[in-house]
């Protein structure tokens, strides 16, 4: 997937992610996503400001925050999740328009970012949010490849199992049991959503993944 392609499906995620926004009750808004420590509306402050930061604006939260970039990240979001939800969910809408990334990054880890994020807004909610199949074969790629502790660790922490998609052509690490389900699935378990993985997981890697806690 060249990079036109992938920013077209940023935005595409990005303003399908803000219209399931507006048929959120209040209540969700305030509860525990799959993001540990953080609420919907936080995460939801996360993505429109993801979006939309540039390189000054991100050395002077860096600054901030005394070089704690994982710390800079979380006090960012819930500065921000402060604001109404109507101008949460525009900031979200207009990152549709955007092209940004954080210094440093590709333009994968903003399509990997709405991807997941997504997830992390819904599926705790128990509201369905699909997937697309090319573009979340591209962040389980991504995600596979960033090191700890800049990206999710997927290597190290699933290390000795097999991981491979039902219903893609994809697949990684040899000689150990399989782990298998949908892409969108192998996504979540790449980026450490193991509880809300596990429903659709199915293989003889499972015992072992349970076995590491």
Do not use: Y
Not at 6 to 28: F, K
Not at 52 to 80: C, P, Q, V
Request: glycine fraction near 10%.
């Amino acid at each position: 997937m060249d990079r036109e392609e992938m920013w077209r499906h940023i935005g595409e995620q990005r303003s399908a992610v803000a219209d399931a926004l507006t048929e959120l009750q209040p209540d969700e808004w305030e509860r525990p996503s799959l993001c540990e420590g953080w609420r919907v509306r936080d995460v939801v402050a996360h993505v429109g400001l993801g979006a939309e930061i540039t390189f000054g604006t991100a050395l002077r939260e860096l600054a901030r925050a005394r070089g704690d970039f994982h710390g800079m990240i979380r006090e960012t979001a819930i500065e921000r999740a402060a604001r109404p939800i109507d101008e949460l969910i525009a900031d979200v809408r207009k990152g549709a328009a955007l092209r940004r990334r954080v210094p440093g990054t590709t333009t994968k880890e903003p399509l990997l970012d709405i991807l997941v994020h997504a997830q992390d807004i819904f599926a705790p909610l128990g509201r369905d949010f699909a997937m697309p199949v090319e573009p979340a074969l591209v962040a389980a790629d991504r995600i596979w490849q960033i090191p700890a502790p800049f990206g999710f660790g997927a290597k190290k922490r699933l290390r000795g199992l097999r991981v491979a998609a039902t219903d893609a052509r994809w697949a990684r690490g040899a000689g150990g049991p399989e782990v298998s389900g949908p892409i969108k699935a192998i996504v979540l378990l790449l980026a450490g959503r193991e509880a809300a993985a596990l429903p659709d997981l199915s293989g003889a890697g499972l015992e072992l993944l349970a076995a590491r806690g």
